[in-house]
């Protein structure tokens, strides 16, 4: 558990309850929780637009709790570990590459975006155990929707059967017919509530968010099925499909959960945190997209917003990459103001601290898991500052 004494911690001086906050101050909190993410992807290719050097910056928010750069040996117990784990789930020699890297990356993202634990201890096993499946189910659904062509009947008879287990109502496992991969995600999923349930005697009281946020991420990808929202659809609604999807909001859910907290509906619901969320979600959602550009544009990656306008709305490479830079700054001032707002209206929440520095850990740390991934290709081309 989160000692006592991280809940004494404060952002700082914030105004009165009934004062607003003004600009000023907002800017002035920029300065002070803000520093750089600098990219210089050398020259990208595509045959839209031939050869363009890219780079650019935008800022990240410095949060209270963070992690140092970690040496890679220092990460070899939770990766032996954790291969150990998919070993005994998944057949990993149908593809060992994507395996090692997705373990490597996965327990970079945790590490870091969890700095609230030791590396090495139960709860971080845990949280990797549940980036990891749930990253593996994403390239599982976006193969079968975009390669396979897998019915959406299909899809939802197994998706169905892991939101049973989340929501506390396993049942045995149905063969889905034509899609046997879900098996040993079922098993996966099985395991990681059993594991929580173990860590967290009351884990059945306060479980809710995982299904809720499962929920909304199937439903979500089930409708890429039905319709293809990048070729369909304005660049707002595409955006919007694409927060739905990110995944990350659910992320700072599992770390949150792992010391036994959860917010209250009423807290959890509020357009301010509801917004927060959202923010964290389309601000590493667009890191994801300009710090693993030169993968996307080799790939063609649909889901990437500077793919999108370029290939779709004929931008400049340049100018949409200038553009999201902007939308980041923007992004992180408003969750700012957002932050102190919130903390100001729910005064009495404790545990509503804890979580808004689980996003802001979260937004930092998915920065520094760029430093450090072979899955994005681009290592040596990112610089994280103060």
Known sequence: MISDSY??????????????????????????LCGKVEFDHGDIFHKSFGSIHVKGEFPRIKPRNSRETIAPEDLNFQKTKLAHWVESIFNIQKDPKYFDELISVTVVLAAYTNPFDAIESTQMFLIMKTILVYWHLDDVLEQAIDRLNIPLSVIQAGTQQILQILKGEQEPFVQVQGFPIFKPLFDAFVNIYESFSSHIPNFGDISWPLYYFRQRYFDTMQWYAVDKIESSYSEDTFKYFLRLVKLVDELGIVIYLAHGYCLPKNVAKSPSLRRMMDITNTYCGHANDLLGLKKEFIYEQKDNIVVYKVLRNGSSLEGAVAEMCELQKSELTDFIRLRDATLRHYSNEKNLLAFIDTLESVMDGHNQMYLHSRRHLCEGSIKLSR
Not at 7 to 32: S, V
Request: charged share 35%; with cysteine.
């Open 7 to 32: 809940f004494d911690m404060t952002h700082g001086d914030f105004p009165a309850a009934d004062e607003e906050i003004t600009n000023e101050q907002t800017e002035t909190l920029c300065k002070e």
